[in-house]
């Protein structure tokens, strides 16, 4: 063995160390607030560094598929293998959470009518709940199909992203979560499913306001930018303590869509998971790459329920209407 294979398989044990601890396999008192966000690029190179060793019948594969054993539970919440095993049941509801990006009102993508095309996705998939972040009074398509809805703000305010909730169920109940110094904020409606009480709601939490010029391996890159993220990401778990606040007074299991503008390995999200059910975890099947950014495979949006919900399925729909991907789960309601 030369000189540069065994620095390789240094640097690959280091790697694949580094993501253990990024993935939260082993707890440290460290928070890694802006790390988190590279665990999709290090488990790339890993298994690039895998297939190599592999293709070569060298042994340092052992150590990819060792730390995948150890990483099990963690590697769940990156990718999933399909899963036909668990059983289905009960009344199914189904759920959908998207971001529209103000249904390209500013022409982000140079194609026409997309929000006619996001309507036609919309009532294609048909779910009985939609949740919508980045809603826009202005060019948004009517949705007659749902008779009840909520938005908040219902007027279009400068200094507010707009987050609607359209229902096939009267809405019983609503409010929202209106977010200090910030353009986002959160709602709820309460609604009566079979003979059940549910709560939904639909939360926007801070965001990177990242570019797709925004590359992390940049020259460009630095400290700043750094300090910037952890600063959004304290601010994140700020308005989840207030979403908090406001289903401590609710006695109604709850499905919570989110656009967390965060990793499935944040700090914000194992806060806003707590005691919840990942429904791309539960169910779903590949990636689950919700962001459209580069070619990292980023998971930011989320559909988490209450553990009395059974997850009959989950999807995410690829296409390209968004710098976002709409995802939707069915739940199973005895």
């Known amino acids: 063995m030369n000189l540069i294979e065994k620095f390789s398989i240094f640097l690959n044990f280091v790697f694949l160390i580094i993501q253990l601890f990024l993935m939260g396999t082993f707890e440290v008192p460290i928070k890694n607030v802006f790390f988190s966000l590279f665990v999709p690029l290090i488990i790339l190179i890993n298994t690039l560094f895998f297939f190599y060793w592999l293709f070569n019948l060298k042994w340092p594969f052992l150590l990819f598929i060792l730390t995948f054993l150890i990483g099990y539970n963690e590697w769940n919440l990156f990718y999933k293998f399909p899963n036909t095993s668990f059983k289905k049941s009960g009344s199914v509801l189904s759920v959908m959470s998207y971001n529209v990006r103000l249904f390209n009102k500013y022409r982000w993508i140079d194609k026409p009518n997309i929000s006619e095309e996001i309507e036609k996705l919309i009532l294609e998939e048909d779910p009985d709940i939609v949740c919508i972040q980045e809603y826009s009074n202005e060019v948004a398509p009517e949705l007659n199909k749902y008779k009840f809805s909520y938005k908040y703000p ?69 400290k700043s930018f750094k300090l910037k993220f952890d600063e959004v990401s304290n601010k994140q778990i700020d308005q989840i303590e207030l979403f908090k606040k406001t289903d401590k007074f609710n006695n109604n299991p709850s499905i919570v869509a989110v656009d967390l503008n965060n990793t499935q390995f944040s700090e914000t999200y194992k806060i806003l998971s707590h005691k919840k059910n990942d429904a791309f975890q539960t169910a779903g099947s590949g990636l689950g790459e919700t962001y459209n950014y580069s070619f990292i495979p980023l998971r930011i949006d989320f559909l988490l329920s209450d553990k009395k919900f059974k997850i009959n399925d989950f999807k995410v729909i690829k296409k390209n209407l968004s710098d976002h991907y709409p995802i939707i789960s069915f739940y199973g309601i005895d």
């Open 154 to 222: 219902k007027f279009t305010k400068a200094e507010k992203s707009t987050v609607a909730i359209f229902s096939k169920f009267k809405i019983k109940n609503k409010g929202f979560i209106d977010f200090q110094n910030s353009s986002n904020c959160g709602i709820y409606i309460d609604i009566t499913f079979g003979k059940q009480d549910l709560r939904i709601y639909n939360l926007h939490l801070e965001s990177f306001k990242l570019q797709q010029i925004d590359s992390l391996t940049s020259s460009g890159f630095s």
